[in-house]
C-alpha cells in the first residue's frame, strides 16, 4: 500500500490550498480515508474523514467549515480542500487509510488504529 500526500506550501493567512493524497496497492473503494496534522511538538491529531463510499464525512471541530474533504474512487484519490487558513493550520499534514466493511461509515479519529499512511507534506501558514 502507498500513499502519495502533496499539495502542501506556505500560504498566508485566510489563503487556501488543496492536498492531495493518491494511492495504489489497495482496493480503494473498500477504504475509509482520513486526514491527520502533526505540528511541532504536537501529537498527531485527527481532521478529517470520509466513508468508502464518499457519502460520509467528519471534521474535527478546530477545522469545521473551513475544509472539505473528498474522495474520487475511479482516480484512487482523496483530497482535503482547506480555506480560510489560519497560523495554528500549520503542521504536516498525512492522509491515512482504514479498511471498512461497512460503505457509509468514516475512518477511526485515533491516529494508532491506522496501519497505512502517506508521507506527510507541510503546510505553512504566515499571520
Known amino acids: 500500500v502507498q500513499l502519495q500526500a502533496s499539495g502542501g506550501g506556505l500560504v498566508q493567512a485566510g489563503g487556501s490550498l488543496r492536498l492531495t493524497c493518491a494511492t495504489s496497492?489497495?482496493?480503494?473503494?473498500?477504504?475509509?480515508m482520513s486526514w491527520f496534522r502533526q505540528a511541532p511538538g504536537k501529537e498527531r491529531e485527527f481532521v478529517a474523514t470520509?466513508?468508502?463510499?464518499?457519502?460520509?464525512?467528519s471534521y474535527a471541530e478546530s477545522v469545521k467549515g473551513r475544509f472539505t474533504i473528498s474522495r474520487d474512487n475511479a482516480k484512487n484519490t482523496v483530497y482535503l480542500q482547506m480555506n480560510n487558513l489560519k497560523p495554528e493550520d500549520t503542521a504536516v499534514y498525512y492522509c491515512?487509510?482504514?479498511?471498512?466493511?461497512?460503505?457509509?461509515?468514516?475512518?477511526?479519529?485515533?491516529?494508532?488504529?491506522?496501519?497505512?499512511w502517506g508521507q506527510g507534506t507541510l503546510v505553512t501558514v504566515s499571520s
Open positions: 491515512a487509510a482504514q479498511f471498512m466493511w461497512l460503505p457509509n461509515s468514516g475512518g477511526s479519529m485515533t491516529p494508532s488504529t491506522y496501519r497505512d
Open positions: 496497492g489497495l482496493t480503494f473503494s473498500t477504504y475509509a
Open positions: 470520509i466513508s468508502r463510499s464518499g457519502g460520509s464525512t
